[in-house]
């Protein structure tokens, strides 16, 4: 994952994990996409993140493989917990209790998309984010939903 | 994905499908589980996988990753379609319109799960099936929900 | 709602939530469907319910409304919580956090329909229960999936 | 349903459709909300809807029930296929495959809630459509997500 140096500033705990998954011990899961991901935008309550589609994202068919959109889905949107301030602020991402996606068109290998996930509510013990991802030609392609539980009081 | 040589008989549209998927040019986003992926069981309205659980099926936590079930989910359900008989019988499996997934319980890496994959309904345009991911202790884990619309009137 | 009074002994807090529904004072949105509902089973982990399909549950064109079916699974998933049995019993039926339906085959008023309503994991804080509603054939017509939040401790 | 008369040239098929629900022969499910749902904005892709919530619309604890809100996403997210122009013109509402529904906050009775309705896509086939709840402090209290069919050749 990339991202600018001045989000340790300005929302270190964001930064702090996008550090995490730079240095983590290869291979997970996450690796298959957040070596492309580039973390366009932060502000409190939405998270933006920009990625060239690679060949190794799609089916055989040459688009954008379902499981991917899920995947970049669950991890683009994890990262608005920690971009929330306030008094249900999370210190970590917590975990998934729902993932649903919906496929509108498909985005073929070469093609840089725009994820972008705005947080519906963080609460104390529940978070709901959402997401929208775009084509090179701003169409949106996919939609998704996310409920996330705060399991901060185990760490 | 391995699959009995049996199949080519009983299901060639399965057995196809799952040489279709060894014989890709990789790399594609199916690589990342089918390699793993042990067809167990198929009958009309259900397929039924097994998976040794990976590291690099995982989060940094240890358990299978979220957007890994979503692509498990995604690629099992799918083999449902080509098992179906009858008049509105699929040549293809179609493109994804909704796939949603619930999450109660990690599994780590060593386990070997349990998907099994059944048919809600298998109409002439859509095709809905469900799917359940068991740990090797049997207990539910994930559990998930595909829409499929058919598209071999392109093809 | 109609239940046999035997379960008053056998699952005291199903028994109670059928009577509070009863004797509620009108009009709430679940008396649209709970004067049809007939509770048929119930067993650790799993509540069955009948009932029989009105005009006042369908749409325009006589099919039971796509509405009507999420309220139906909403209500009556809601009581696998209560029937649930061990460390992690819930004494309320929580709020929902995520409910989402897939539709298959209308089914017409007129027809006695089945909502077979399963636990996939009650757990401490949150709970999942699927829902598979059949029509008079015994198709699957439309299924479900209700994801629950503990609010125990605030009552 | 209440709209402004000269939605009927400007949208003729939206006008028609609520004319239709206000003329329809009671009692169907769609009768609980149609008569206190008020057409706020209709443009291209985007439709928006105002209700008062009453009790009969709330569960036991005095807040909209959840199958209440499946039931307004439902109802409300189908107009946006009558306000969607272009060459993958709908003549009619089509079926629901998909409706997936989350909850982050209640609203009691008494509030003036916006429900915001808006295309993700339109295509010949499916459709897709996204909704908001707000409540009268316009926070989103629930989201939904609505999958259609469209059945226009076979009326």
Same mark, same amino acid.
């Given at each position: ?40 935008? =932060?502000?409190?309550? /939405?998270? =933006? ?10 089916? /055989? ?28 602020k999370?210190?970590?991402?917590? =975990? ?18 725009r ?5 519906? !509510? ?7 984010? !959402? ?7 701003? /169409? ?16």
């Open positions: 994952m990339k991202a600018d140096a001045s989000l340790a500033k300005t929302y270190p705990q964001v930064y702090e994990m996008v550090e995490f998954h730079n240095k983590g011990k290869a291979p997970h899961w996450t690796d298959y996409v957040s070596k492309d991901l580039v973390l366009a935008e =932060v502000t409190p309550g /939405q998270v =933006v993140w920009e990625m060239e589609v690679k060949e190794s994202h799609c089916n /055989q068919l040459g688009n954008l493989h379902g499981g991917c959109v899920a995947t970049l889905i669950d991890i683009c949107t994890s990262f608005v917990t920690l971009a929330h301030e306030g008094k249900s999370w210190r970590s991402m917590g =975990v998934s209790t729902d993932l649903s996606v919906s496929y509108f068109l498909g985005i073929p290998a070469g093609e840089t998309i994820i972008v996930c705005t947080a519906n !509510r963080i609460g104390k013990n529940l978070a709901s984010i !959402r997401s929208m991802i775009y084509n090179s030609n701003g /169409q949106i392609c996919y939609s998704g939903s996310h409920t996330k539980f705060n399991i901060d009081s185990r760490l």
